[in-house]
């Protein structure tokens, strides 16, 4: 039964690789599929099979299986997925229309489709490794999609190496467990006894879930991600890429408890949210901010699982999952309509009173966490959570204000007086493809306000879920919010809106994507210093054993040398030999 | 029981000798058919191992009685696999592995003389066997690279031939040793497992550092690698897919070989492990380096081979990592090596700097060249995963956290490999005009290799079973 839910995607792709290739049917065939994958997780909401485990391969009495479990965290992510893939992919069909591309897409995102899938379930290193290094593949292949554009081939090389990295220590980690407890299912580590190899293991699990869900200092890959795709890009972070690191640490959370290691989740998610809204008060790319307001959230939801707040954590990884993918959606219809134009100061929004714009009202709002929608409970939840931790919690306030502040900026400036509405008939000339699913994520946002009420008995773990909001929290953020908003109309809403891009200074010391890439130059460098120290080893040891043979060489061109025809010298060699031979069986 | 092995050994001189006989016309053919009924010899092995519920397969005949040595064969699971391996190497070189059309005769002379050094050797019964399809493998191979290479060619054959030599007089010296020093003076491979902890250990200690020594020099292991460059960027085509392919794999088995012979080897086990932890890293290093695309296969393929050594090192379920590894190497090198042989003859350019936008006019051949790196890294799915997993599972069981340490050679060979396609041959177009076409037999190549790197890869309990039993 969960078998079909992965199957499912790959034959489709192998459908798309042999039979379709660019045909329209391929996006039609991807969405079916994706439609039926929604069907059945629908199903198995109601009948849960359980934990399944298949035997893959035995090798002298060790046995490696495929593991999956649909708990209550696995059913989740599941959902969501499931969720996502089909609005994602009625979108696609109206947003990619150049033929030539359409083969390669729907194959590279039914791959993701699949990974994740799998992913969601898995309940063993096994499946969590194969599903892992699967989804690595598809960013790769997905961020990197228009190869021939030079920005999107440094960005996949960027989402690769950290995720080579994630993927080199997930490998890791599973030899540790492996070496510790002889299995390499997740429930054997809850029931083992601590184990020190066991905490390292779990370190680097935690390493590689940052990696994924692009916290600091492996952020940097996130905002370049925007080269794909648009709507690749919107499943990447709303729901798939982005959402499994913070799913694999919600998966752990209880072991990381057990080891002491949350601690270290606080800080990094508190410097990537911190760096998030740094940033996206300078960037001008109608893309790029909403990847920084997916940062802040993905290290928002990293501090509350930091706290041992799963609810909270999981409050904001619903509620992130419908308005990120929403705000994308919009973004890409907006740049359709304008030509492809990124940045907000220079493209014309959408008319106001039409649903599009009500969409992203929708949207907006609930990122910047007002009240009613589901970001007020989520962020909400997490400064109460936070609350005992005086430092993170006024943090959490001020990067409420600047996330809202930002959010307001991405919405206003296009819409701002002096911004001519003359394109106002591409808008409503927009494909239904394009709109149908804004529209429908919208409602889902909306809807998303009822994981506040149904989630705590959905994930049913006392213990764990810090559940509750604290009036002073919620009027705190409420106040944060707002203030941002205010802000936001004073300085956005007019006809000349401040641009952070005319104050360099400010500017630099905002926008520090820079530094980070500078850093990890630095590391490329050394690498390659070393690789070159190695190289001229290499060639050094080369001519030295060609110098040996040289020497063997010489030696035989010596002795070629001494027969050379010479009468008295054979003589006199013969007769030197004979007079050594005698003394020596003399003195003997 | 029919006599498989000499069945193959019959067909491949067979072919051998009906291509010296006949037209060049024929002799791809010939060469195609010869290896396809290897293969087909190895799948009836297979098929009839299975049903079987074990794998035997042996042939004596009297060779020199007064000596003791026997003209004989024993295919085991390990023997079975490496066949099966080998085969479709030797099916995809002689099939596609001549873009170029260029002396059919001789290649094809060539690749059938290797056919039965291989086949010999894998299913050799005594080291006597062994050294002998070696020395044939070996001229073969030397023959190949001087013959067919390109232009540094001579150099490359005789560095080849040299270091091969050297290889060959120690390996011979250690067979020569064992023999001596078994109590019944055999050569028999089964008998000497089982009697050769009665040899003292000192006169072990040399056997195994001969051995273990000559063995180096043919997987490579750094410092003995400074061969394989050369040869791999001279060779043909065909020359580097075997060489690779099956040629060091040769080397590979022996290790395995040496390390279940020899009792004394498990003593070694922690050096060894770190010697192949260095050379894996060292040739990654030496890998960030280069561009020619040639070498770049060569030194990602030795990383390989280092970790392949790491799991000879190790013990019991990693014995079987490795012999997937080396499974696994060998169709992916060849692979590997088809691929980038294809792609310098399409574009005439072998600087991978210089191939941007191949996937343009060459898009097959770059895909199979990204899936080879793939299964080259280990990527899940492919047969490299299976044989990377049980490698470095039982190395961390043997070594603690020192047998995690080579994994940074697959880290550093895959994000290379990731960020040269992708800024060369996945990128816009360049200066790359197509020169060359490649026929429909390459794609079936590509098909054959990627279909059995897969089929492995995702279900690998066909060759693990046969272990078991």
Partial sequence: ML????????VVAALIAMLLHDRRAAGYVTLAASVLSLLLVLYLLVNNPGAQSVTWFSVSGFTFSIDTALLQLNTLMLLLVAVMAPIVLLYSIGFMSVPSERGRYYFEMCILAASMMLFSMSS?????????????????????????????????????????????LIFASMLLVWNAYGSLSFATMLQQPANPEVAVALALVMIAALTKSAQFPFHEWLPDAMEGPMPSSAFILSSTIAKAGVFLLALMLPLFARYDLLGILVIVGSITALLAVSNALAENSIKRLLAYSTMENLGLMVIALGFNALLAAMLLFVAQTFYTALLFLCAGAIMRANDHEDDIYRLHGTPIRTPLFIAMIIGVVSVAGILPLAGFFAISSIGTAASFNMPVYLLLVLIGFVSSLCMFKWMFVPVRHGARSEIKGVYGALPKSITVPIYVLAALAVLSVLAYMYLPAFLGAPGIAVHGISLESAVLESMAAIAGLGAAYVLYMNSKPYNMKLHLRLYAVLYNGVLVNIFYQGVARAVMALSRAVCAFDRALYSFMRGMAGAVSRFGSMLRVMIDGR?????????????????LFVVW | MLPFISAMLAFSAV?????????????????????????????????????????????????????????????????LILLLMSSAVLLVASLSGNPERSRPKTSCLLIELFQISAIGLFSSANLFMFFIFWSIGVVSMFLMINVLGSSNRMRASINFLIYELFAGALILFGIMLIYFHTPLRSFDIQYIISNASSINPTTQALIFLALFVGFMIGMPIFPMHLWLPDAHAEASTQGS???????????????????????????????????????????ALVLLRQSDIKRIVAYSSMAGMGIILLGCSASSISTSGALFAIFSQGLTAALLFLAAGSIKHIFGEHDIRLLKGAVVDAGPTVYAFLAGALALVGFPLTTGFVGYLLIFLEAVHAFGAYGAVALLAPLLVGAYLYFTISSSMLSSKGHSDSVGLIGSTQYLGYALLLLSIFLFGILPYILLGLLKT
Avoid: C
């Fill in chain 1, 3 to 10: 078998a079909i839910l992965v199957i499912t995607p790959l």
């Fill in chain 1, 124 to 168: 063993n290193f096994i499946t969590l490794l194969i599903s892992w290094e699967l989804l690595s593949l598809a960013s790769y292949l997905l961020i990197g999609f228009w190869y021939r554009n030079e920005r999107a081939q440094g960005a996949a090389r960027k989402a690769i190496a950290a995720v080579l990295i994630g993927d080199l």
């Fill in chain 1, 567 to 583: 009468e008295d010298v054979y003589v006199s060699v013969f007769v030197i030999a004979a007079i050594a031979a005698i003394v």
């Fill in chain 2, 15 to 79: 072919a051998l000798m009906l291509t010296l006989v006949l037209s060049k016309k024929h002799s791809r053919g010939i060469a195609v058919t010869a290896a396809f009924l290897m293969l087909l010899t190895t799948i009836a092995m297979l098929y009839i191992s299975v049903l079987a519920g074990h794998v035997g397969f042996t042939e004596s005949y009297a060779y020199i009685s007064s000596l003791m040595i026997t003209f004989g064969f024993n295919v085991g699971a390990v023997s």
């Fill in chain 2, 241 to 283: 897919m075997l060489l690779s392919g099956i040629f060091t794999q040769f080397s590979a088995f022996g290790m395995l070989l040496l390390f279940t012979m020899l009792p004394v080897s498990s003593k070694y086990a922690a050096y060894v492990a770190a010697l192949a932890t260095v050379s894996a890293v060292y040739s």
